[in-house]
């Protein structure tokens, strides 16, 4: 028994899968460049880098989809892997509940055969009984009623229509259904690019939830920076085709990547200073025609190739918008706006909203609730069935499309946003095309490409490059941080925070909406729309503070969730507590604190960059660590919260 446990501790403590000196090149520069990774049981790694650096690839290449030039991945026989990719899966005829039972294989035809008679509501013959029977008994063999209960209950949680075809699904139902496929196989190691891309909040939500609580390994890919945050046990960079370990604060990881780049930045000028010197060392050499040194002639050659193969950091993209035009405060104004397709239900219902120059709204809402319907109706693209939308006489509107559907395919990059000119102008100022796109990290040889060779995240900077060449007043932007960089994310941030003039955005970004909004409007499923100041979460706090309709009208004390918070003042009479209650509420605030004190000396520790040079076993332990301790506390505070309220 002793050598059982022995052997269980050290399988769960190693590596699930080592990558050993992958190289992959597609261009100049390898995309890769034998770089080594150590995949440990029970992580989630959050794999970040730029547009373009090759983090879709290397998951390729843990899934063993494409094959490195060089090197290899070990890992055992029994391992199984599961991907999401970016890319939206196809509208085929099949319906969603064979789209996710196809993750499982060979037993998937069985299930799928199994559902479709099971839903048939007529025709049960003799031998509709027979054909029953034979499935139960070979699904049954192959424990395949575990598995049907595990799809079942997939599709139930991502609220997905079993029997709708995927052709009749939008994206966001399809990215759904793709997630669904993933999960369904279980997999010791799950590869997610993009989750939160056509998803809606209550999704995400949803999505994290399930992640958190996922007893293996996931590797994922996102720009959602609340996801980061709350999810990753380890960051993982690509950068120039090195792969690099930071502690899971993304606050942190920020800190130590601007240190990494100062050192590089001074060593870089160390290096190009003796550069110069050795190369005016040899020029002089030559006109006095003295014997050269040849060991410094070569150390002079070894330096000009380390010179020559020396990949600088791109330059941040430098986003430009143009001024808004000049016009008066009121923006737009709806009041008492309903909306219906034909004889269906109203979608939009008695709405009325003032919107001002410099407001930054963002529209928030499950997917199907409205939001695009209502951002038509405030821009003029739709008229409401009842009420009215005035709009200021100077208003110039620019939309973000999320579908892209104002790119032409067939046309170059630079034909795109300059339509035939060879020039932009931007603030007031002619710029020619080229440099302006350099500023969206377009290279003069990707303007000239064509639009259909664009990744999602050049697709979406090729957007806004146009989108910000255009004088307006009013940007109108639908989802516009799917596929960008967390980088290029932040530079949109600020300069939309910096714009004059009006913001309409449709995000499910969560960190995004809490950094740029000023107002939020949400749409319920129930048709409902509130109308809150602040951010998403502003919104989720007063949320919070608001007692339920359905519940017993009585109010309920609301707590901060402290250790220091004080006795209610409110004029209500307290329950009274067992003793033992008492004690146990005594020693709460002490146990808060400690656990607090521990979590803090902890991530402390994890946020030394030595800390990533311990034994794998210990790394994993102190994780598990401050996960299990963060879970403490937060029970603590719960604990502490129901005993202090009357």
């Known amino acids: 028994m002793t050598h059982l446990k022995d052997f269980l501790r050290r399988f769960t403590t190693m590596s699930l899968l080592s990558l050993k000196n992958i190289y992959i090149s597609v261009g100049q520069f390898p995309l890769i460049d034998n770089q080594n990774l150590e995949i440990n049981a029970k992580e989630r790694i959050a794999l970040i880098g730029r547009n373009g650096e090759g983090k879709s690839t290397l998951l390729k290449i843990?899934?063993?989809e494409i094959l490195p030039d060089v090197g290899d991945i070990i890992?055992?026989?029994f391992l199984k892997v599961a991907s999401l990719a970016q890319a939206l899966p196809e509208p085929t005829a099949l319906t969603v509940y064979e789209t996710v039972a196809q993750g499982l294989e060979k037993l998937s035809q069985l299930l799928v055969q199994y559902h479709h008679l099971i839903a048939q509501a007529h025709n049960h013959t003799d031998a509709w009984m027979n054909q029953v029977q034979v499935l139960q008994h070979e699904i049954e063999v192959q424990n395949g009623w575990h598995i049907q209960q595990r799809i079942e209950k997939i599709i139930q949680d991502l609220n997905l229509p079993a029997d709708k075809k995927m052709s009749d699904l939008s994206g966001g139902w399809r990215r759904r259904v793709a997630l669904a496929t993933a999960l369904v196989q279980e997999p010791d190691i799950l590869l997610l690019d993009e989750p939160t891309n056509h998803l809606d909040l209550a999704a995400i939500e949803w999505l994290e939830k399930m992640l958190l609580n996922y007893p293996k390994t996931v590797i994922f890919i996102t720009h959602d920076r609340a996801l980061l945050k709350k999810l990753a046990t380890r960051i993982v960079e690509l950068?120039?085709?090195?792969?690099?370990?930071y502690p899971p604060d993304y606050d942190n990881y920020l800190i130590k990547k601007e240190q990494v780049l100062l050192e590089e930045a001074r060593h870089n000028a160390l290096f190009d200073k003796k550069l110069s010197d050795e190369e005016q060392w040899i020029r002089?050499?030559?006109?006095a025609r003295r014997t050269r040194n040849e060991g410094r002639v070569r150390a002079l050659k070894a330096l000009r190739e380390e010179r020559k193969q020396r990949r600088t950091i791109k330059d941040k993209p430098k986003f430009e918008v143009n001024d808004p035009i000049a016009g008066g405060k009121m923006v737009i104004q709806a009041e008492n706006i309903s909306f219906s397709y034909h004889e269906h239900k109203s979608i939009i219902e008695n709405f009325s909203f003032n919107i001002q120059r410099q407001d930054k709204i963002a529209i928030v809402g499950q997917n199907g609730t409205g939001k695009t319907t209502l951002v038509k109706l405030l821009i003029g693209q739709l008229k409401p069935t009842q009420g009215s939308v005035?709009?200021?006489?100077?208003?110039?509107i620019a939309f973000f499309d999320q579908n892209r559907e104002e790119i032409n395919p067939q046309e170059t990059v630079m034909a795109n946003v300059a339509k035939g000119d060879d020039s932009v102008e931007i603030q007031g100022k002619k710029k020619h095309v080229i440099g302006y796109l350099g500023d969206f990290l377009f290279s003069p040889s990707k303007c000239r490409t064509l639009a259909n060779t664009l990744s999602g995240g050049e697709q979406n900077r090729l957007m806004l490059a146009k989108l910000f060449a255009k004088p307006a007043n009013v940007l109108v932007l639908d989802?516009?941080?799917n596929d960008l960089d967390i980088e290029s994310l932040d530079v949109l941030e600020t300069l939309l925070l910096n714009y004059q003039g009006t913001v309409i955005i449709i995000s499910h970004d969560r960190d995004f909406i809490d950094n740029i909004a000023t107002h939020c409007i949400f749409l319920d499923t129930d048709g409902k729309i509130s109308i809150n100041v602040g951010g998403y979460s502003d919104w989720l706090q007063r949320q919070s503070l608001t007692p339920n309709k359905k519940e017993i009208s009585e109010p309920k004390k609301v707590l901060k969730l402290t250790a220091q918070s004080k006795t209610s003042e409110l004029n209500v009479k307290p329950k009274k507590l067992s003793y033992q209650?008492?004690?146990?509420?005594?020693?709460?605030?002490?146990l808060i604190e400690k656990l607090e004190s521990q979590i803090s000396e902890l991530e402390t520790l994890i946020c030394d960059p030595q800390f990533y040079n311990k034994p794998k076993h210990e790394i994993l332990e102190t994780n598990e660590k401050v996960v299990r301790l963060k879970e403490e506390l937060a029970n603590a505070y719960e604990?502490?919260?129901l005993l202090e309220q009357p």
């Open 479 to 481: 989802e516009p941080t």
């Open 284 to 287: 002089q050499g030559i006109k």
């Open 239 to 245: 950068d120039r085709g090195k792969l690099t370990s």
């Open 581 to 590: 209650d008492q004690k146990e509420l005594a020693m709460l605030p002490g």
């Open 639 to 641: 604990r502490w919260s």
């Open 75 to 77: 890992k055992p026989a």
């Open 62 to 64: 843990i899934s063993q």
């Open 390 to 396: 005035k709009q200021s006489p100077v208003n110039q």
